[in-house]
């Protein structure tokens, strides 16, 4: 696995850029501490689909964003209007989250999966120098989730709509437990980490080189898979479909460890940011809200029925937050900017 190309020049002006605003604000008036801004803040939204919240209907549509799939009623724009309830406003400068964005696609241009050949800009053009706030998650496709899920299920080697193919093909599904845990499988997956620690250094680097007053809030993600794997065996109600697909029961713990080591990575990373970042850490917050939960699943099972529209079927969830786990991210994310604001 090459490690990113690291820019020193953005590396080191990110953080005299923070060493100089910290300077400036111990210097200025500071107001009263812990009071929530009197003015604004402005705002600027990043991620990938489960910031976008793919799956939630209606998304927005028009221009060259319609196939990033972002719900109009996201994780973003209901933490901001809960923190309006609150006496905290975001001006919101842009929401450039977008399904199936890398790390890189924050500062390299993003090729929508679902139509080759169009492309959305980077997302750090949408960082201002009076941005206050960056808020978003990214580390899931850089891994290569996708392509994990593939190598551990037969039914999702078959869909096309979901990208990515099988690590192994030439592996069965029912062992990818073993596969990722020894040999080439847990070769592949320690480059695939080992990647995403560096990328995700490099993005927080650049909000700090481009918005360097900007709070740097990044949000994990939600847990896929509960404690009790059993309640992976049975569907929810309503379903037919096992919410894990058919994802083999001895797989379900390893996977659940590969999400739980992104977890740790995407933390590692914000710990480590020069000048001080924030992390959300929702895999610790939704142990009771996976998608093997029944009524109380904040997480849409692999091939249960999204609400958007294909012609006359709908497109799975694929294992993206449904409208209560929407709710549960943008409560976390609100009270995590709360905090930040308020300090």
């Known amino acids: 696995m090459r490690k990113t190309t690291k820019t020193p020049v953005v590396r080191w002006l990110a953080a005299a850029t923070l060493a100089l605003g910290s300077c400036l604000a ?140 099988p690590v192994d093909a030439d592996e069965p599904a029912a062992t990818c437990g073993k596969f990722f845990e020894t040999g080439d499988g847990k070769k592949w997956l320690d480059g695939q980490f080992e990647q995403v620690g560096w990328d995700l250094e490099e993005l927080l680097d650049r909000i700090a080189y481009f918005a360097p007053d900007a709070k740097r809030v990044l949000v994990g993600y939600p847990r896929l898979v509960p404690e009790d794997t059993t309640k992976c065996l049975t569907a929810v109600p309503g379903q037919t479909k096992l919410p894990l697909a058919d994802i083999h029961k001895d797989a379900l713990p390893v996977l659940d460890q590969i999400q739980k080591r ?21 895999y610790a917050n939704t142990g009771n809200n996976t998608a093997c939960d029944g009524t109380d699943r904040g997480i849409g099972g692999l091939l249960e029925d999204s609400q958007i529209e294909a012609g006359e079927a709908h497109l799975p969830w694929y294992a993206h937050p449904n409208d209560k786990g929407r709710d549960i991210q943008a409560k976390q994310i609100a009270d995590k900017t709360e905090e930040i604001l308020n300090r």
Request: with cysteine; proline share 6%.
């Open 26 to 165: 111990l210097a200025g008036p500071t107001g009263s501490a812990g009071a929530a801004p009197a003015d604004p803040v402005p705002t600027v939204f990043f991620g990938d689909s489960y910031t976008a919240n793919f799956g939630i209907a209606p998304y927005n549509e028009g221009g060259d964003r319609t196939f990033c799939f972002q719900a109009k009623e996201n994780s973003h724009t209901v933490a901001a209007r809960r923190l309006a309830d609150k006496g905290i406003t975001l001006d919101v400068q842009a929401d450039v989250s977008c399904g199936g964005a890398l790390v890189q696609n924050f500062w390299q241009e993003q090729e929508l999966l679902l139509l080759p050949g169009m492309k959305v800009p980077p997302q750090q053009d949408a960082l201002k120098q009076d941005t206050r706030l960056a808020v978003g998650s990214m580390g899931g496709n850089t891994l290569g989730f996708n392509r994990i899920l593939k190598q551990c299920s037969n039914e999702l080697r078959d869909h096309a709509l979901l990208p990515g193919e």
């Open 262 to 282: 992104l977890n740790d990575t995407m933390s590692k990373a914000v710990a480590d940011a020069d000048g001080g970042a924030d992390f959300v850490d929702l």
